[in-house]
Each structure stands twice: as C-alpha cells, then as structure tokens.
C-alpha cells in the first residue's frame, strides 16, 4: 500500500525536524522541511508551550522516527529501565539495534518503511536464519543479508548505489557487493545521529 508523502512531509514539519521517513529525499532540497520551514496549515500561530508538552513531543519524535507504536515504546521503555546505565540511552541504543533500523543504516533500503518491509517480508536474514520481525534486536557478531528473488536483490543493490555517499555507523560494518553487513558491536549513545534529548521523554514516562 502506497504512502501519502504529502502527510509524510506535513508530519515532520508540523515536528520541525527531519525524520527522514522519504529516505534519499530528505536529504536533497525536494525535502518539504527545506522548502517550508513553517508548520502546515492556514493562520497557525505560535502556541505557548508547557513542560508536559514539550516532554510528549520528544517522545512522538522518537516513535516517529524509529517507526514503533505507543505499546511498542513502552516495551522498551521497560526494558530499558530493567538494565543498568542510564535509562534514556539504554533506550534509544535498544531502538538502535532493531533490525529494520540496521538494515537502513547499512544502506540496504532506500527508507525506513522499505526496511521494514523488507524484513516483515522476509527477505533478511540474520545469521543465515530468516527473520521477519522488524523489531529483532541485533547482537553483536550478527551478519545481516538480503536474500530472496532477483528483483529483491536487484532492489538492495540500487539502494546501496543510492546510498553509497551516506556513511555507515561505526559500530556496523557494510558489505555493499554481497549486499549484506555486520554488527561489529552494540551501539553506544553517540552513534546515534538524530538529535534527541532523552532526559525529556524519560521525565514523562516516569510520572
């Protein structure tokens, strides 16, 4: 089912950052953010915000980007607390290892969306194994592959040429020819590129 890329714009400017859910496009001057730098919508007007508020929008912004629904989040919300460290870092280096997020970082999908379904339709494989669950958490030593017919390899190949500019994160390692890559170590929280202030979101889900 095709997206409405309208809506898709509309959301990251009504957010005021990029989300990069248009993969490539984000990054070019066809991005809505670049060309409209303002909410959508006639008359809006600058509204007075609050604490709670500002907390809730951190949160959607992090829902959003990585692609995961409210039960979702709280799923690794609980997680994250379970483990030692910092709780917001644990977090977000949790949303870090999901495999949809791996497999757009290994540049082997043109967007966040054809990541995920990718993998929800089987066509990566972890370790040899097929996985179709998009929120897999990867371990470190993991060698992720696309697999499947020649017009799904054709598709990561024209990916990794589309993405062959962007770098790879330094705790994956990228295998473009053989289009698949590998999780050299788990992520810490400066490998991840977006910027989030975890405090906030960790502030409202602990109320």
């Known amino acids: 089912m095709a997206r409405n890329t309208t809506n898709v714009c509309k959301l990251c400017r009504r957010e005021g950052v990029k989300l ?16 409209r730098d303002y909410p959508p919508g006639q008359h809006t007007r600058p509204k007075k915000g609050t604490d709670y508020g500002t907390q809730m929008r951190e949160k959607q912004k992090v829902k959003r980007i990585y692609g995961v629904l409210e039960r979702q989040f709280q799923h690794y919300f609980a997680m994250a ?17 999901r495999l949809d997020n791996v497999v757009l970082n290994l540049g082997l999908a043109f967007s966040r969306f054809d990541a995920r379904q990718m993998v929800a339709h089987g066509h990566v494989y ?20 696309v697999k499947g017919t020649d017009k799904i390899k054709k598709k990561a190949v ?10 790879v994160p330094a705790w994956l390692e990228a295998f473009p020819t053989e289009i698949k890559g590998r999780v050299i170590q788990l992520p810490k929280r400066e490998d991840v590129s977006d910027t989030i202030n975890e405090q906030l979101i960790i502030e409202l889900c602990s109320k």
């Open 20 to 35: 990069y859910l248009k993969g490539q496009r984000c990054s070019t001057e066809k991005c809505g953010v670049n060309r």
């Open 81 to 97: 607390q379970r483990q030692k460290g910092n709780t917001g870092e644990n977090l977000l280096v949790l949303m870090e290892r």
């Open 126 to 145: 972890v370790n040899g194994s097929r996985i179709d669950i998009p929120g897999y958490l990867v371990r470190a030593g993991d060698e992720i592959q």
């Open 158 to 167: 024209d990916a990794t040429e589309m993405n062959k500019g962007n770098p």
